[in-house]
């Protein structure tokens, strides 16, 4: 089945407190993105990679890391998080200029 | 700076009736226009999507008007059901980068 997975789906941590949130895709798609989605503010991108060891910033990529070793996996790395960074995120995979699929949704909380 | 504005907010329609979310972009190097509906609890998931290089694309109940000059596409869902009842974004992207409207939460009154 195709699909994008995220790990984990339920976060609770707490500040300063190093994390990744893991995400893959077995599509073998090329784009793969992390977005932030807040009450009101809909989806936010944090982090896009166009292809392997290809990474650049979205919209709001302060406080956040990423990295595309493989094709497959696209962490999202948390090196200090705070409570602002509480929010529910979504990774997503495409082949360029395509539709994104998007994975289930990681909720994660930061006291 | 919002890219991609989107409007109503949310949005209450009778059962049968036509829905209409409009958005509005300001980049011009945007090539890909899709559409997402989102049920609570789950991840967005591409109802529609047209490029700029086409007008109008129909899917169903559902149909994208693409007015390039403007700036502006919206989404129309004709005979609108119960089960339509969702969060609706619309969003721009090109060469990876994307960007989302705020969301539409759609409301179908049996």
């Known amino acids: 089945e195709a699909q994008v997975t995220q790990n984990p789906r339920y976060l609770i941590t707490v500040t300063g407190k190093k994390l990744t949130v893991t995400c893959s895709q077995n599509m073998n798609h090329e784009y793969m993105s992390w977005y932030r989605q807040d009450p009101g503010l809909g989806l936010r991108q944090i982090y896009y990679?166009?292809?392997?060891?290809?990474?650049d910033k979205g919209d709001v990529p302060e406080g956040y890391k990423v990295s595309r070793k493989e094709k497959r996996n696209f962490p999202l790395i948390l090196e200090s998080p705070s409570p602002n960074q509480t929010s529910l995120y979504f990774c997503a995979s495409s082949h360029p200029q395509e539709t994104q699929y998007f994975g289930p949704g990681t909720r994660l909380l930061v006291l | 700076q919002q890219q991609v504005k989107q409007s109503p907010q949310s949005l209450i329609v009778q059962k049968g009736g036509i829905s209409i979310i409009n958005c509005a972009y300001e980049n011009t190097a945007f090539d890909y226009f899709p559409w997402y509906q989102q049920f609570p609890g789950k991840g967005p998931a591409l109802l529609i999507a047209i490029r700029p290089d086409v007008s109008e694309k129909k899917e169903g109940r559902f149909t994208i008007s693409f007015n390039k000059s403007a700036k502006q596409f919206s989404l129309h869902i004709m005979d609108s059901q119960p089960g339509d009842s969702a969060t609706y974004f619309c969003?721009?992207?090109?060469?990876?980068?994307?960007?989302f409207g705020d969301g539409t939460t759609l409301t179908v009154k049996p």
């Open positions: 969003a721009a992207s090109y060469a990876g980068k994307s960007t």
């Open positions: 990679s166009m292809n392997v060891e290809v990474t």
